[in-house]
């Protein structure tokens, strides 16, 4: 009866293609072509273009297949010239093959299952490539077939610029190897010389343990794909630098775990483009990291714990989320476009210019002055963190607060804005030891509560700008608003304290909302060429006082306190009521209320009281 299947094993000839073609009963095979076979016929060392080491007494040529096998005897063939015929069909070779010089080039798939050594020239491997042992201290291994190494390949020197994966474990001990192609490895062993990646080259590392740079140098000019589970570890002083593309394509991570701090520098782009955790750098032995490139979280989460310098040209970027967990130095303009988080450490600047999104949930700005310039946009999710004692923020462009914190400020801490502050949800600025705000350009208060609890050390000739809905409130604090300031809007504006306070307002006052004082302090309305106005004005505690004028067009309610200026108090509405529960001391009180009532509890003690519409 018929038979059905497949062989699962054919052995033909060397060098020889075929097809096999089943039919019922029958098995045939068809040859396509048949390489000539040149074996090595000597037991002794020696070189490869020497014609009489040959069977067929020359050299192999690009129509045949060099078979090197003699057993035990072990011989060392050494390819040292360019000879006669630079190109050989296949190789086989299952003793020590050496390279030493000279060209030679495999035009069809070959195997090594003994020993191949590039040490000087060019192998050029145009067909696949099965190593078992690869040793590379010179020269170039290139071409485009694809070279695997199924057990170590020791790299000291030399260029790979074909395509290799090396199944076993990569040494690197010594030289400067490089790197213009494809290297994909499963186990990276690195105790000391200098790896350089070239403009084009990929090295691909895989496998699940941790690969080792002890000691030495890495160099990326080209690009690094890290796919596998296991960390870059990087012991002993040892130098990583990324000029160019480092992708982590998993969660793994860099660490240091033993010897001298090590370093990775990146001046090109290092990414996490796949890997839904979290890569860490640093932990839990803090690297020196240093970064002037981008920093591109694609997914989940970079943590940075390490020494963290991040130089000018750093920008943080992504659909995931870039972390700062350590103490960091940040100095030139730095970027984030939307993803940065400061969640814990010690900042510290040395002339930085921060720009775009960074949420700050933690740390301290501990010391320099960190600037935003003018052009540039900082947007602030608060949510924890400070500014120490020893730090300045400086706004000269746009300063967004968002987030659901404060921007907590501690002794000595110093806000100067001379750009455009925009607050939007409840915030405070400043902290109950003494922080220093300055403002000579605009605050807009567009939403919820502003409270400004720091010292003015120079007179405030900045704006302020209250939207409807919203409040500015300065308390516990003292504060000159110079001639050229001005306090506008729809909102509304209190002054209180609870441990006491000063404001003097010698600019521009006009709030179409609310003002209130309500503490321990004194509020001077001290404009004498215009008048400061308020729709409503409640007085609770404190003192009010000052040489200007201040006009109330609609509700003034006096609870307690003392109103005391040397200008008039103009009190006009259409109709309603005022009253007075409190010592008034005013150069002149107007009444302009045709249909309205100023009822007076306590003693007024005015030049004039003109009740000009209303009744008394």
Do not use: C
């Not at 000739?461 to 919203?470: E, I, L």
């Not at 609770?540 to 109103?563: E, I, K, R, S, Y």
């Amino acid at each position: 009866g018929g038979r059905t299947g497949t062989f699962a094993t054919v052995n033909a000839p060397l060098g020889s293609s075929y097809n096999t073609i089943y039919s019922a009963n029958d098995v045939t095979f068809q040859t396509l072509s048949a390489m000539g076979l040149n074996l090595w016929n000597t037991d002794l060392n020696g070189d490869w273009n020497t014609a009489g080491n040959w069977s067929l007494i020359h050299v192999p040529t690009s129509t045949e297949l060099a078979l090197i096998d003699r057993g035990t005897a072990n011989p060392i063939v050494t390819y040292a010239a360019t000879g006669p015929e630079p190109t050989v069909g296949q190789l086989q070779n299952a003793e020590t093959f050496t390279i030493s010089g000279g060209a030679l080039t495999l035009a069809g798939n070959s195997t090594s299952s003994g020993v191949m050594n590039i040490f000087g020239g060019t192998l050029t491997a145009n067909g696949s490539l099965a190593a078992s042992t690869l040793n590379v201290s010179g020269g170039t291994l290139g071409g485009g077939g694809a070279v695997t190494v199924s057990g170590a390949t020791n790299w000291t020197g030399g260029t790979i610029a074909g395509n290799v994966a090396a199944n076993g474990t990569t040494n690197i001990n010594t030289g400067a190897p490089q790197l213009s192609g494809t290297r994909t490895t499963g186990s990276l062993n690195m105790t000391s010389g200098s790896l350089n990646i070239l403009a084009g080259g990929v090295l691909n590392v895989t496998g699940a343990a941790a690969q080792t740079v002890s000691a030495g140098s890495v160099t990326n000019a080209g690009t690094v794909n890290w796919t596998g589970a296991g960390n870059l570890v990087l012991n002993n002083a040892a130098t990583f630098t990324n000029n160019a593309a480092f992708n982590f394509q998993s969660d793994a991570g860099i660490q240091w775990t033993a010897g001298s701090a090590s370093t990775f520098n990146n001046s090109g782009t290092l990414a996490k483009t796949a890997g839904s955790g979290t890569t860490t750098i640093g932990s839990p032995s803090l690297i020196n990291f240093v970064n002037s490139g981008t920093l591109d979280a694609q997914v989940g989460t970079i943590n940075y714990a390490s020494n963290n310098n991040f130089n000018a040209g750093t920008v943080f970027t992504g659909a995931g989320s870039n972390v700062v967990t350590t103490n960091s130095t940040f100095s030139g303009t730095v970027t984030s476009n939307s993803n940065l988080t400061l969640q814990s450490g010690n900042f510290s600047s040395s002339s930085a210019n921060l720009a775009g999104t960074i949420a700050w949930i933690g740390g301290t700005m501990s010391s320099g002055t960190f600037t935003v310039a003018g052009g540039d946009t900082l947007n602030l999710n608060l949510n924890g963190g400070s500014v120490g004692g020893a730090a300045t923020l400086a706004n000269a462009g746009t300063l967004n607060l968002g987030g659901p914190g404060d921007l907590l400020m501690n002794s000595g801490a110093q806000l100067n804005n001379s750009g455009t502050l925009n607050s939007i949800g409840n915030h405070e600025i400043g902290g109950a030891t003494g922080p220093i705000f300055n403002n000579t350009g605009a605050v807009n208060v567009n939403g919820g509560t502003l409270s400004l609890l720091a010292q003015g050390t120079a007179g405030d000739t900045g704006a302020y700008n209250v939207a409807a809905g919203a409040t500015a409130r300065f308390r516990d604090s003292f504060r000159n608003f110079a001639a050229g300031s001005s306090i506008s809007g729809a909102g509304n504006v209190q002054f209180d304290s609870f441990s006491g306070g000063a404001f003097n307002l010698d600019g521009a006052y006009g709030i179409t909302g609310t003002t209130t004082v309500n503490g321990n302090m004194s509020v001077n309305f001290n404009n004498t060429s215009g008048t400061a106005t308020s729709a409503n004005f409640n007085l609770a505690a404190g003192a009010v006082g000052g040489a200007g004028n201040l006009t109330v067009t609609n509700d003034f309610n006096q609870t307690g306190g003392t109103f005391t200026t040397s200008g008039a108090l103009d009190l006009t509405r259409a109709a309603g009521n005022f009253s007075l529960f409190g010592p008034l001391n005013a150069a002149s009180v107007r009444l302009n209320a045709p249909a309205g009532t100023l009822t007076v509890n306590q003693p007024i003690s005015a030049g004039t009281v003109d009740l000009i519409a209303g009744s008394l």
